[in-house]
């Protein structure tokens, strides 16, 4: 993807006409202009709710990117939102980024939650539509069966195909949870900022309502599939509450995700596959 560079009018809108933009490998599309950064927006609302929860977080032992707003109060401009720059890069540091979960989510448990998390997917989809149809999969008693009585559930290729049949079978494992849901990010891996002796960065909040060790378990599942994570994440964290319940809900997540999202490629299946069978032998 060719990254588009922000218009000079948003810039202006901004308070920041006069500094030449440069783009950042991890700031998920974003330009650096002097001490702030500008992102592309997908999704309004989602911008405009963790731009407003931002704004006032304390988190200890976390940097969040605080918003910047446009002259005119605004968060979000013609698609693009400001935020403070923060040093760092993503590090496989999986441990950490766990801690980083935690510590953040004691303080999000007092959020309340969005309206746009209850609101179903809806045709045409777009990335968050996809996110938002797999974290139900994960959840409801038949997985995808929401989808498939109103006849979204698009074509997917053979190791999505193989995805689909994966969670049909994870889903005979699951138990009731009882651990309340909440506002987590569910989306830490590979987004928080390290940088030398400085506490751990976030940039920003990608939110769900599910319970806080859900969010620790997508981190243990991406680390163990994608990011070099040993075997004993799954045992290290084992004392969160209903860890392995958590775990099964997390892999079928991210399994619904590679086998609906248009972008996700055969390679990333091994890794999830075998992750799922890691975990299936906890349960």
């Given at each position: 993807?060719?990254?588009?560079?922000?218009p000079?009018?948003?810039?202006?809108?901004?308070?920041?006409?006069e500094?030449?933009?440069?783009?950042?490998?991890?700031?998920?599309?974003?330009?650096?202009?002097?001490?702030?950064?500008?992102?592309?927006?997908?999704?309004h609302?989602?911008?405009?709710?963790?731009?407003?929860?931002?704004?006032?977080?304390?988190?200890?032992?976390?940097?969040?990117?605080?918003?910047?707003?446009?002259?005119?109060?605004?968060?979000v401009?013609?698609?693009?939102?400001?935020?403070?720059?923060l040093?760092?890069?993503?590090?496989?540091?999986?441990?950490?980024?766990?801690?980083?979960?935690?510590?953040?989510?004691?303080?999000?448990?007092?959020?309340?939650?969005?309206r746009f998390?209850?609101?179903?997917?809806?045709?045409p989809?777009?990335?968050?539509?996809?996110?938002?149809?797999?974290?139900?999969?994960?959840?409801?008693?038949?997985?995808?069966?929401?989808?498939?009585?109103?006849?979204?559930?698009?074509?997917?290729?053979p190791?999505?195909?193989?995805?689909?049949h994966?969670?049909?079978?994870?889903?005979?494992?699951?138990?009731?949870?009882?651990?309340?849901?909440?506002?987590?990010?569910?989306?830490?891996f590979?987004?928080?900022?390290?940088?030398g002796?400085?506490?751990?960065?976030?940039?920003?909040?990608?939110?769900?309502?599910?319970?806080?060790?859900?969010?620790?378990?997508?981190?243990?599942?991406?680390?163990?599939?994608?990011?070099?994570?040993?075997?004993?994440?799954?045992?290290?964290?084992?004392?969160?509450?209903?860890?392995?319940?958590?775990?099964?809900?997390?892999?079928?997540?991210?399994?619904?995700?590679?086998?609906?999202?248009?972008?996700?490629?055969?390679?990333?299946?091994?890794?999830?596959?075998?992750?799922?069978?890691?975990i299936?032998?906890?349960l």
């Amino acid at each position: 993807m060719i990254a588009v560079e922000p218009p000079e009018h948003v810039r202006s809108t901004f308070g920041l006409r006069e500094i030449v933009p440069v783009p950042l490998g991890n700031w998920d599309g974003g330009w650096r202009c002097g001490d702030v950064v500008l992102s592309p927006v997908t999704d309004h609302a989602r911008a405009a709710w963790s731009a407003k929860v931002r704004e006032t977080l304390r988190v200890d032992g976390i940097r969040l990117a605080r918003p910047v707003r446009a002259t005119d109060g605004r968060y979000v401009v013609s698609g693009w939102r400001a935020d403070t720059y923060l040093e760092g890069v993503p590090e496989p540091r999986h441990d950490e980024v766990v801690s980083v979960s935690l510590r953040l989510h004691q303080v999000t448990a007092t959020l309340e939650r969005p309206r746009f998390l209850a609101q179903a997917p809806v045709a045409p989809w777009v990335d968050v539509d996809v996110f938002a149809a797999a974290d139900r999969a994960a959840w409801e008693a038949v997985p995808l069966r929401s989808l498939k009585m109103g006849g979204l559930l698009p074509s997917t290729s053979p190791d999505g195909d193989r995805s689909l049949h994966l969670i049909t079978q994870l889903s005979t494992l699951r138990k009731p949870v009882v651990t309340p849901a909440q506002l987590v990010h569910g989306d830490l891996f590979g987004t928080v900022l390290f940088a030398g002796a400085f506490a751990p960065g976030l940039t920003d909040i990608t939110p769900y309502w599910r319970p806080a060790p859900w969010a620790a378990a997508v981190i243990v599942v991406d680390a163990l599939s994608w990011g070099g994570g040993d075997d004993g994440l799954l045992q290290r964290w084992g004392d969160l509450p209903e860890w392995p319940q958590m775990l099964v809900r997390a892999v079928m997540f991210r399994l619904a995700v590679h086998a609906l999202h248009p972008r996700s490629t055969e390679e990333a299946f091994p890794g999830l596959a075998h992750t799922a069978d890691m975990i299936r032998l906890m349960l």
